[in-house]
C-alpha cells in the first residue's frame, strides 16, 4: 500500500527556513509548507522526525491503557484517595500525544510550528502539576505530612504551571502585535535557555519533598521503604532527559551523523518516558502501601487540591496559547 503512495521528499538544512533548523541536524528536513497530508504520510518514511513521533505516540496507548485500568476497575470516581493518582495518569497520556502531534505537523508553516508547540509546552506544564498533585497525596515524607509547607505545595505548583507556559510559549515566539522581538528569531541560545529554566524550575520544585525523602532524610519519619529505588530510577532518568536536551548530545559531536536515528531529541523522548514509568510505578507502590497511614494524618484528597486544580490549569493554560497564537493567525511570520 504504502509503496504506491509517493512520499514527500526531504531536504537538508541549507533548503528550509532558518526557523525550521534543528543544532547539528543537517538533513531529513520536510518541506516547510507541508499539507495535513503530507505529515501523516511522513510517519512512514525515515526524516529526522520520525522517531520523535513514534517514541511518543506509542507509549500514549500505554498510559491510555493505565488510566482506563485506574477509571474502570479501581473505580476512580468513588474513591477520592484515587484522584490525584487519575489526574497524573491523564498528564501522562497527554503529554506524549501532544507531543507527537507537534512534531508531525510543525513543518505545515512556521506559524503551525509555533502553535503546535505551544500546546506540546502546555500539556508538559500540565505533566508537571500532575507530579506535584500526586506528591502531595502519596510521597511527601512522613515528617512533612500536613506541615505548611505541605499545605502550600499544590497552590504554589498551580502558579508555576502558569509561569512554564508562559515563559515556555514566549521563549520561541516571532515578531508579532504584542511584542517586536522575541528571542526564537534573534538570539536561538538565549531562547533554548528559557525554555530549560522554565522546565526545569517546576520539575526541581515539584521533587523537593522526594529529594529530601530519598537523598537527605535522617531517622524516624523518612519514609524509607521499598519504593525508594522506584524513585532514584525516575531521578536518574529525569536527569539524564534534562541533560540530553541542554546539550544536544551526541549529535554536537559529528554533526549530520545521527539525524535520522540516534540524536539527542530522540534520546530525550525514550529517557522521559521511561523515568515517567518508573515515576507511574513509583506513585502507586506508595499510594498502596501507605494509604491508612496517610488517610488518617495527611490532608484529605479533595476536588480542589487534585481534580479541580488540574481543570483550572487547563483553562488557563489553553487561554495562555490562545494569547500567544492569535498574533499569529492574524499575519504570517516570514520566512528566516
Known amino acids: 500500500m504504502l509503496s504506491l503512495m ?31 497530508t503530507d505529515c501523516i504520510l511522513s510517519l512512514f518514511q525515515l526524516t529526522n522526525e520520525t522517531l520523535n513521533i513514534w517514541t511518543h505516540f506509542l507509549p500514549t496507548w500505554y498510559f491510555l491503557w493505565k488510566l482506563v485500568t485506574v477509571v474502570l476497575i479501581q473505580t476512580a470516581w468513588q474513591d477520592s484517595f484515587t484522584w490525584p493518582l487519575l489526574v497524573f495518569l491523564l498528564s501522562c497520556c497527554i503529554y ?13 508553516s512556521a506559524r503551525a510550528r509555533h502553535i503546535c508547540f505551544f500546546f506540546d509546552y502546555g500539556a508538559l506544564s500540565f505533566y508537571s502539576l500532575g507530579s506535584a498533585i500526586t506528591y502531595s497525596a502519596y510521597v511527601f ?4 505530612v500536613n506541615s505548611f509547607f505541605h499545605r502550600c505545595y499544590v497552590p504554589i505548583a498551580v502558579l ?6 508562559s515563559v515556555a510559549c514566549y521563549s520561541r515566539y516571532g515578531e508579532t502585535m504584542y511584542f517586536t522581538e522575541f528571542p526564537e528569531c534573534q538570539s536561538p541560545k538565549f531562547s533554548k535557555y528559557l525554555r530549560v529554566v522554565a522546565f526545569a ?8 519533598p522526594l529529594f529530601y525523602r530519598v537523598f537527605l532524610c535522617v531517622g524516624e519519619g523518612c519514609t524509607d521503604n521499598d519504593t525508594n529505588i522506584l524513585h532514584y530510577n525516575h531521578i536518574a532518568l529525569a536527569l539524564l532527559t534534562g541533560f540530553l536536551f541542554a546539550t544536544h548530545l551526541p549529535e554536537r559531536l559529528a554533526p549530520g551523523s545521527f539525524d535520522y536515528i540516534g540524536h ?21 507502590q506508595d ?14 484528597n479533595t476536588f480542589t487540591n487534585s481534580l479541580g486544580a ?12 490562545i494569547l500567544y497564537s492569535l498574533p499569529l493567525l492574524s499575519f504570517e511570520l516570514p520566512a528566516k
Open 160 to 165: 508555576n504551571t502558569v509561569i512554564c507556559t
Open 310 to 321: 488540574a481543570l483550572f490549569c487547563v483553562v488557563v493554560n489553553f487561554t495562555i496559547i
Open 287 to 300: 499510594m498502596v502501601t501507605r494509604r491508612p497511614w496517610l488517610l488518617e494524618q495527611s490532608i484529605p
Open 264 to 284: 539527542s531529541h530522540q534520546l530525550f523522548h525514550v529517557c522521559g518516558i521511561l523515568g515517567t514509568h518508573f515515576q507511574m510505578k513509583a506513585i502507586e
Open 201 to 208: 524550575y517546576p520539575y526541581l520544585f515539584d521533587n523537593i
Open 6 to 36: 509517493k512520499l514527500p521528499r526531504v531536504f537538508t538544512i541549507n533548503q528550509v527556513p532558518k526557523v525550521f533548523h534543528e543544532d547539528s541536524i543537517i538533513s531529513g528536513y520536510r518541506h516547510p509548507r507541508s499539507s495535513a
Open 96 to 108: 506524549p500525544l501532544a507531543s507527537s502531534c507537534a512534531h508531525t505537523f510543525s513543518s505545515m
Open 141 to 144: 515524607p512522613d515528617k512533612w
